[in-house]
């Protein structure tokens, strides 16, 4: 089994329960795969190979692993290519034996999995690519599927940009809403201050907003939805006191440019809330 950890994510209940939902267990007449056992024999085995049709940024190989070994534990799979691998359409990721219903019960949970995860590092790959800057750091955001978050946040890694905040819990951002609560950006941010919050992170959308910000306490400012000029005369404003981000208005067309204004990260939402899943195939054959 290869070992796979993060922090605050829990593979064996993940694996559990999307099986769980698949199989339809606690429903009427649900806990069994009615195909896999009226059509294939109990003791019948599978030779598997796992191919990608597309050019991909591979991600979630040890968690599709993890779907057969549920399911047969001392099933032979060798993983055939390394997790952030860039690999070409027609590579070969898995090579599996073992029991045939096993395989076919979790064939699809694998899948998904995979072909998701690997579509958000394809993605992020390429927008790595396109931004073309190695004093920028491309970051995503919190718009990810409820209950996937660490998955797609390790995704994004692999595809070679780093996350930005994890949650509510390890950073303050201070958004417009925010500010149209206490009043004032200035006054958001010295509340944060005030709670004892040690990174906080300002969003501004003009720039008469950021000498405030600062002069409050924040930490980091995003820049949000500002045109290149705009962005570098925020970067001149703020002169290195602290990190900047770019954010909003960003798409494959827009990063370089706004990457090249001298701020330290840019952020694209679309990364984990978009991406389009990975075409990845697992043909069987019987033994």
Request: glycine residues 10%; charged residues 25%.
């Amino acid at each position: 089994m290869t070992n796979f950890f993060l922090p605050g994510f829990d593979l064996d209940v993940f694996v559990r329960d999307t099986l769980a939902e698949d199989l339809g267990n606690g429903l009427p007449g649900g806990g069994h795969d009615v195909t896999s056992e009226s059509v294939i024999p109990a003791g019948a085995r599978f030779a598997g190979v796992m191919d990608t049709r597309d050019a991909i940024s591979v991600a979630g190989l040890p968690i599709a692993e993890a779907f057969f070994r549920a399911l047969e534990p001392e099933m032979t799979i060798e993983i055939l290519v390394e997790e952030g691998a860039q690999v070409p359409a027609g590579t070969d990721l898995m090579r599996l034996e073992g029991n045939a219903r096993a395989m076919l019960t979790a064939e699809r949970s694998a899948l998904n999995t995979l072909q998701h995860l690997s579509g958000i590092a394809t993605m992020v790959r390429e927008y790595v690519d396109a931004m073309d800057n190695p004093d920028c750091t491309l970051l995503d955001t919190r718009k990810t599927i409820p209950g996937l978050r660490h998955l797609e946040k390790y995704a994004v890694r692999m595809g070679g940009a780093s996350n930005h905040r994890m949650g509510l819990w390890d950073a303050a951002m201070i958004k417009d809403n925010h500010v149209l609560v206490a009043g004032s950006v200035g006054e958001a941010v010295r509340r944060a201050v005030e709670a004892g919050v040690q990174e906080i992170i300002c969003e501004v959308d003009r720039l008469d907003q950021i000498e405030p910000a600062l002069a409050a306490g924040a930490t980091r400012l995003l820049l949000d939805n500002m045109e290149p000029d705009t962005l570098r005369e925020a970067v001149s404003i703020v002169a290195g006191r602290v990190p900047t981000e770019a954010s909003g208005g960003i798409n494959l067309q827009t990063i370089k440019a706004k990457a090249a204004t001298g701020v330290d990260y840019v952020s694209v939402g679309r990364l984990t809330q978009s991406a389009p899943a990975a075409d990845i195939g697992l043909d069987f054959k019987p033994l």
